[in-house]
C-alpha cells in the first residue's frame, strides 16, 4: 500500500525549536582490528550553522553513518570533539534526534503512541498529548493517530517516525538515508514533506543519503565524503564541499542542480557513459 498524496503542512502551532550550532572539530574515528587499527573517519572539520540543513554523499563504507553516531552522542570520536553551541555531545545527547531508514515503529502501538516514544522524560500527559497530536497534523496524520504499523503504508509509517524523532524538539536532527526504503514517487513526496516540516520547526538537519539529486534539493550544503586509502587502512575524510544555490522549494530541473550533480557525481567516481 502506497500514499502518495502529499499533505501541506499545517499551520505553525508548535513551540519553535531551539536550532544548535554544529562544530565538528578534527574527528577520527577508529576502530581496533585483527591486523591493527582502522580508521573510518580521519581529521574531519566542519561546521553547521543553526537552522542548515546538509547533506552528507559517499561511496558505502566511507563513513557517513559513523559521523552520523558521532554527532548523535551514540558513538565517541577516537580523537576530537564535537559541540552543540558550544557545549560538547554527550552520550544518547538529548539535544539530537535520529531518524533511520527503517521507522522502526513498535507494531503493538497506534502511530500515536509512537511518536509519544519521543517525548522527553517526565513531559505531563495533556502537554504530550497536545504535542503528539500537533505532530501527526503537521505530517498529514492527525485521522491516522489510532492506526498500528501494519495498517498504514510505508511513507506512513516513515512520516510517523520523523514525527517521533521530532517530539523532543530537538536541536538537531540526525537523519541516516530516511527515505532510502521507500517507492520513487512516495520519496519525492517525503522530500518535499521534511521541507515542510523544516519551516514549522527550523532545526538543524544533518541527512545521510546516497541519492544526490535528493541532497541537491533539500541541502543548504553537500558534503563529498570520499575514501583516503583502500583495504583494512582505508579512511574517509571531507573530499568537497558544495554550496547549493536558491531557495527551498527548488526547481528540480534547474540546470544549475544538473551541473553540481555531474561535478558531486565525478567526485564519487561515476563518469557518464558515453556512446
Known amino acids: 500500500m502506497t500514499n502518495l498524496i502529499h499533505t501541506p503542512a499545517a499551520p505553525r502551532t508548535l513551540p519553535p525549536t531551539a536550532a544548535h550550532t554544529v562544530r ?20 574531519v572539520d566542519l561546521t553547521l550553522t543553526a537552522g542548515e540543513i546538509v547533506a552528507v554523499v559517499g561511496p558505502s ?24 553551541d558550544g557545549a560538547p555531545v554527550t552520550s544518547h545527547d538529548p539535544r539530537t534526534a535520529v531518524g533511520f531508514q527503517e521507522p522502526r515503529l513498535l507494531p503493538w502501538r497506534t502511530l500515536a503512541q509512537n511518536v509519544a516514544l519521543g517525548l522527553p522524560h517526565g ?23 489510532d492506526l498500528r504499523p501494519r495498517q498504514v503504508s510505508g511513507g506512513m509509517a516513515q512520516r510517523a ?33 521534511l521541507l515542510d516540516v523544516h519551516a514549522a520547526e527550523p532545526t538543524t538537519v544533518l541527512l545521510v543519503t546516497h541519492d544526490v539529486e ?46 553540481l550533480r555531474a561535478e558531486l557525481l565525478e567526485g564519487l567516481g561515476v563518469t557518464p557513459h558515453r556512446r
Open 123 to 145: 513531559t505531563p500527559r495533556s502537554a504530550g498529548r497536545e504535542r503528539v497530536a500537533d505532530l501527526l497534523r503537521l505530517v498529514g496524520l492527525d485521522t491516522s493517530a
Open 24 to 43: 565538528i572539530d578534527g574527528v577520527t574515528r577508529s576502530f581496533d582490528t585483527p591486523t591493527g587499527p582502522r580508521h573510518v573517519l580521519r581529521d
Open 61 to 84: 563504507g566511507c563513513g557517513k553513518s559513523t559521523l552520523l553516531r558521532q554527532v548523535s552522542g551514540l558513538d565517541t570520536p577516537s580523537s576530537g570533539r564535537i559541540l552543540l
Open 214 to 259: 535528493e541532497a541537491l534539493y533539500l541541502a543548504d550544503r553537500v558534503l563529498l565524503l570520499r575514501s583516503l586509502t583502500g583495504g583494512a587502512e582505508a579512511s574517509a575524510s571531507l573530499a568537497r564541499v558544495v554550496e547549493v544555490p536558491g531557495r527551498r522549494p527548488r526547481d528540480r530541473a534547474d540546470r544549475r542542480l544538473a551541473a
Open 161 to 193: 517516525s520523523l514525527a517521533r524523532a521530532l517530539a523532543r524538539t530537538p536541536g538537531v536532527l540526525l537523519l541516516d538515508e530516511p527515505f532510502g526504503a521507500l517507492d520513487a514517487l512516495t520519496r519525492l513526496r517525503m522530500q518535499d514533506l
